[in-house]
């Protein structure tokens, strides 16, 4: 799986039935987090340049509980884009808190 190092600056998106909840961007770790977030399932997405998009859905939300997820956001190989892209994989670990 090649050499997982966490992504700074990843743009992260929580989605909620097709809706924009919230939105954050990944620290120097690769970590973010949502606060007070309503109960239910949501979709994040991750993305950053020179990277593949990564992509969770229906994460399960509830009350006074932290849910925690990897996702993995590859780079791009040098045969799936153009131009001069390092082609190691590369991997952010995130938590994905809610409180209320």
Same mark, same amino acid.
């Given at each position: 799986m090649g050499n997982l190092?966490? *992504?700074d600056g990843a743009i992260i998106v929580l989605m909620r &039935? &097709?809706?924009l909840i919230d939105r954050t961007i990944t620290d120097e770790d690769g970590q973010f987090i949502f606060r007070y !977030? @309503? !109960?239910g399932q949501y @979709?994040? #997405?991750a993305s950053k340049e020179?990277?593949? !998009?990564g992509i969770i859905t229906r994460i399960p939300v #509830?009350? &006074?509980h932290i849910t925690r997820n990897d996702l993995y956001l590859p780079k791009y190989h040098k045969e799936q884009m153009p131009g001069d892209? *390092?082609?190691e994989p590369y991997?952010? &670990?995130?938590k994905f808190m809610r409180e209320h």
């Open positions: 190092l966490p *992504v &039935n &097709n809706k !977030t @309503d !109960t @979709d994040i #997405t020179g990277f593949i !998009t #509830t009350p &006074n892209v *390092v082609s991997s952010y &670990n995130r």
